[in-house]
């Protein structure tokens, strides 16, 4: 068995010196896709304040919740995290 595993490493034709860490591509802030959670939010909140459903305020804060957990520039301040729970 050990005969099995010297032959294939020595016919393995992969290079380990030419291999090079995966290295995500910078995107800009504002090629970023559109953050539907947050706007969901903002609908299930008004329609809960609106129409007075408990369901859709309940789901306003789920997805407000979301939103926040999912932020990906994380310099945002913190009127615009607090405003985003009002």
């Known amino acids: ?12 034709p992969r290079q ?3 291999a090079k860490p995966f290295l995500p591509p910078a995107v800009s802030p504002q090629d970023l896709p559109v953050d ?9 909140g008004i329609a809960g304040v609106m129409f007075r459903y ?4 309940w789901l306003a804060i789920i997805c407000c919740a ?4 999912n932020m990906r520039n994380v310099e945002t301040d913190l009127k615009q995290i607090s405003m985003a729970m009002m």
Not at 4 to 12: G, I, K
Not at 36 to 44: E, H, M, N, Q, R
Not at 66 to 69: G, R, V
């Open 16 to 18: 380990p010196s030419s």
């Open 54 to 57: 408990k369901l859709c305020s």
């Open 36 to 44: 539907y959670s947050g706007f969901i939010a903002v609908v299930f």
């Open 66 to 69: 979301q939103s926040l957990a």
């Open 1 to 12: 068995m050990s005969s099995h595993n010297n032959s294939s490493s020595v016919n393995d």
